[in-house]
């Protein structure tokens, strides 16, 4: 057989203030057929195992573009079709083929284009015709969307968050289409819109209890694959919102009648189901009331794995006003703070200007005196099985409170990112993490507990109040009963 490999995507939040262009994804790096002779990164991980999987039987594989923007803002048109029309090029230039597996995100908007993902699959399906088997591996933060699976045979998410399972969903993505191309299964898929918005943890009940009973029920009586589609709440498209899809043999009666029932029991445990957020002040009340630590306070707003900057300051003000330290903030996305203190050099006083700089959902900048404590060019971060760039970093001690400024915009994901410069993440009373969740399994086993905190930030879970203008249906929790 043959079979054709590639990858695009990037996460778009549609409420900030600034685009994502070809730098982004350049930042990412731009592979175009070698992506699986470098080692493999966050993204690049499901192609090398679709090669692997592929050789091992013998089939002949073809990889195609693969690129990655971190998530941020709409993507400018012409950077996503250029980059869609190279992945089309050579899906032209490989017929026939027997099987297309694209790695995409699922919440890709561009200037012009809503469901990236489904202008991209609907493309390719009119390239190789309808006996052609199209798989997808999704982010489980995407919007499912009725063109995706029209245009598709499968489709899987992510089932882990923070992300532990991408290769194993490539696993699975893999099986189920070389199983579809052999004539094994036929499978069909159906998706259920739960009208619910929110923020899901699998971690902890009682979203790990239903996430497993969603294991249970793939391999038996037909059922192929399921996926929780938690969505992606920063964007302003039609299909915005949680959903679960469902992937049968053969009988998509099936697949929509298990897909309705898996939602309505998400529905009925929603008040338990989603994460409850605190203002920086509760957090730190909460602090206050122990000597515990370190209490791990993740400033979920300004997480740029939601296409938030990085920078805002809120928390920030909100730890140096209280004094409840010794604190450790980070990591702060702000290159010519960085830039300033690699001038001054280790060891250095000097008074810089924090944050703060990427319009009002960062806050107002905070000016402090400051001691360059260490600097660590070409720093990286564990995530998951493979290694994160974080850029250049440079540890800053203001007192009872140290920041930790970098160059690269992302989110923190694990405290080896902090221990690069030589910081105990262990010796402070509290440590505030610039994450929604990634943060949690290096994280939560050294917390003496772990608090969410909301603000005015770019990827504030202020759902209730965010300007949807394209959603059709009603949903929870801006409407009590989105079913009435």
């Known amino acids: 057989m043959r079979v054709f490999?590639?990858?695009?995507?990037?996460e778009t939040n549609m409420f900030v203030p600034f685009p994502t262009g070809r730098r982004g994804?350049?930042?990412?790096?731009?592979?175009?057929?070698?992506?699986?002779?470098?080692?493999?990164?966050?993204?690049?991980g499901p192609?090398?195992?679709?090669?692997?999987?592929?050789?091992?039987?013998?089939?002949?594989?073809?990889?195609?573009l693969l690129t990655f923007a971190a998530p941020s803002g709409t993507t400018v048109r012409s950077v996503y079709e250029g980059y869609r029309d190279e992945i089309l090029a050579g899906v032209r230039a490989a017929l026939p083929l027997d099987m297309v597996l694209?790695?995409?995100?699922?919440?890709?908007?561009?200037?012009?284009y809503d469901d990236c993902e489904g202008d991209l699959l609907a493309r390719v399906r009119a390239i190789v015709g309808p006996k052609t088997v199209i798989g997808g591996e999704l982010d489980l933060h995407c919007h499912i969307s009725q063109q995706i699976i029209e245009s598709a045979d499968v489709l899987v998410t992510y089932k882990e968050y923070p992300h532990t399972d991408p290769m194993e969903r490539a696993e699975e993505v893999f099986t189920l289409c070389a199983d579809a191309a052999e004539g094994k299964v036929k499978p069909v898929m159906a998706r259920y819109d739960c009208r619910m918005i929110g923020h899901y943890r699998p971690p902890v009940e009682p979203i790990k209890s239903f996430v497993d009973r969603i294991r249970a029920l793939e391999g038996k009586d037909g059922i192929l694959s399921v996926s929780f589609g938690h969505g992606f709440s920063f964007a302003d498209v039609e299909d915005v919102g949680t959903r679960m899809l469902v992937v049968a043999d053969g009988d998509k009666a099936k697949a929509a009648a298990l897909a309705e029932k898996l939602g309505r029991e998400l529905f009925a445990m929603r008040d338990i189901a989603v994460s409850k957020f605190l203002t920086p002040a509760e957090a730190l009340d909460r602090v206050a009331s122990h000597n515990k630590g370190p209490v791990i306070i993740a400033d979920r707003a300004d997480n740029a794995g939601s296409g938030a900057p990085g920078d805002s300051t809120f928390v920030l003000r909100a730890l140096l006003d209280r004094g409840v330290g010794p604190a450790l903030f980070g990591i702060v996305w702000d290159p010519l703070c960085f830039q300033i203190a690699e001038e001054a050099g280790v060891g250095a006083t000097l008074d810089l200007r924090i944050?703060?700089?990427?319009?009002?959902?960062?806050?107002?900048?905070?000016d402090l005196r400051v001691t360059v404590k260490n600097i660590v060019r070409g720093a990286h971060q564990t995530y998951g099985p493979v290694k994160s760039p974080l850029g250049d970093m440079v540890?800053?001690?203001?007192?009872?409170v140290d920041v930790v400024v970098n160059t690269l915009r992302t989110q923190l994901f694990h405290p080896d990112a902090f221990e690069a410069l030589g910081i105990d993440p262990t010796?402070?009373?509290?440590?505030?993490?610039?994450?929604a969740q990634h943060f949690y399994n290096g994280f939560a086993p050294i917390a003496a507990e772990v608090l969410y905190v909301a603000t005015p930030g770019a990827a504030n879970p202020d759902y209730v109040n965010l300007p949807y203008t394209k959603r059709k249906t009603p949903f929870w929790p801006k409407v009590a009963d989105p079913f009435a």
Request: glycine share 16%; with cysteine.
């Open 427 to 435: 010796s402070y009373r509290i440590v505030v993490v610039k994450s």
């Open 47 to 64: 192609l090398h195992v679709w090669r692997r999987r592929a050789e091992e039987r013998g089939h002949q594989v073809i990889e195609g």
């Open 395 to 400: 540890w800053l001690s203001a007192g009872d």
């Open 25 to 44: 994804y350049e930042e990412f790096g731009v592979f175009r057929g070698d992506a699986t002779r470098h080692p493999p990164r966050s993204f690049s």
């Open 102 to 112: 694209l790695n995409m995100h699922g919440a890709m908007v561009a200037e012009g």
């Open 355 to 366: 944050g703060g700089k990427c319009g009002k959902t960062s806050g107002d900048p905070v």
């Open 5 to 10: 490999i590639a990858g695009l995507g990037t």
